[in-house]
């Protein structure tokens, strides 16, 4: 099946310092990616979604000019989250797909630990 | 955001056993219902994509069918195995991308 690499798996970091997460497509070409959060006993919640060469769609609550989600390449997008704060602390997850209902293909995941 | 319910939160069953577990979403503009197996440690991995009340889809002992008219999906395992230990996440859309995730089923099946 197709693979999907996210880095780094675990950062740990100041607050104030930006972080980036990078999330890409090994074999396939990710028409349309998505980033996910994940706080400690909920469920996924998309955060954005991001088609190659336009501008990321945000969530309702998500702040863009926190969230940087950079999807340059149809094998490659970035989520920075800048100035963070150990409110951000949480587990990231990306997913790709290169169709409408076609299954998606996730990464293993990031968890931030913003101190 | 829409509501996804999944049922039970765990589920702690012994090998052989066979078990199912309960995915509740909006029964309207349904899109699609996906099942994901996620294993700790590991990426999620796809199961099943359903977009047609009524359907039934299987993948080894694994089956799922789904109802969007009452707005549910069941997923069952037939003779669970330890390997089958994992999360199960459903998860609905209205639009054929974005998912709207549950908080999962935590399986664990013990020898």
């Given at each position: 099946g197709a693979v999907v690499s996210q880095h780094p798996s675990w950062v740990i970091c100041k607050s104030g310092t930006s972080v980036k997460i990078e999330c890409r497509s090994l074999d396939f070409q990710a028409t349309t990616m998505f980033w996910y959060r994940q706080f400690p006993k909920q469920s996924l919640m998309l955060m954005a979604t991001s088609n190659e060469g336009s501008k990321a769609t945000y969530e309702q609550g998500v702040e863009k000019d926190k969230f940087l989600i950079n999807h340059?390449?149809?094998t490659l997008s970035t989520l920075t989250v800048t100035?963070?704060?150990?409110?951000?602390?949480s587990f990231y997850i990306c997913s790709a797909s290169g169709d409408t209902n076609e299954k998606l293909f996730f990464g293993s995941g990031t968890q931030l630990s913003v101190l | 955001i829409l509501n996804v319910e999944q049922s039970p939160q765990s589920l702690h069953v012994q090998e052989g056993d066979s078990t199912n577990f309960t995915c509740s979403f909006p029964s309207s503009n349904f899109y699609a219902l996906h099942w994901y197996r996620w294993e700790t440690a590991k990426s999620p991995e796809a199961l099943f994509v359903m977009t047609l009340n009524g359907d039934e889809k299987k993948k080894g002992r694994i089956s799922a069918t789904l109802n969007t008219k009452e707005g549910y999906s069941y997923l069952y395992i037939k003779?669970?195995?330890?390997?089958?230990?994992a999360t199960y996440l459903c998860a609905f859309t209205d639009s054929g991308y974005a998912l709207n995730f549950g908080k999962g089923t935590s399986l664990l099946v013990t020898p």
């Open positions: 340059a390449s149809l100035s963070a704060h150990p409110e951000d602390s | 003779g669970s195995q330890p390997e089958d230990s």
